[in-house]
């Protein structure tokens, strides 16, 4: 059983840092996209942030420059350091990853369980 076990979230000031974790655990054939999500209050869930297996990445327009993914192939993990945050980067951020279950010849997405993020003074 695959599961997307998530860290890292609390509460910062404006203008401070950040950086969440996400390790996938369990048993699978192989891991492709890993992205993360957030949902703020009273909107829609956005993709923030996408990075691929060879280290491509992909930023939302509101947090690029700011916030930065990266990948630990070896630790099948995900991460996202936030820097400079905003009160209005408030939100439950989501990790998900696009994983191939053993034996199986598609592709599945995964969601963590979710972190919230609060940016207050």
């Known amino acids: 059983q695959v599961q997307l076990v998530e860290s890292g979230g609390g509460l910062v000031q404006p203008g401070g840092s950040l950086t969440l974790s996400c390790v996938v655990n369990?048993?699978?054939?192989?891991?492709?996209?890993m992205n993360w999500h957030r949902q703020r209050p009273g909107k829609e869930p956005e993709l923030v942030a996408s990075i691929t297996v060879g280290g491509r990445q992909d930023y939302a327009d509101l947090v690029r420059g700011r916030f930065i993914i990266s990948r630990d192939n070896a630790k099948n993990s995900v991460y996202l350091q936030m820097n400079n945050l905003e009160p209005e980067d408030t939100a439950v951020y989501l990790c998900n990853v696009l994983i191939r279950p053993t034996g199986a010849a598609d592709w599945t997405r995964y969601w963590g369980q979710g972190t919230q993020v609060t940016v207050s003074p």
């Open positions: 369990g048993t699978f054939a192989a891991l492709n996209f």
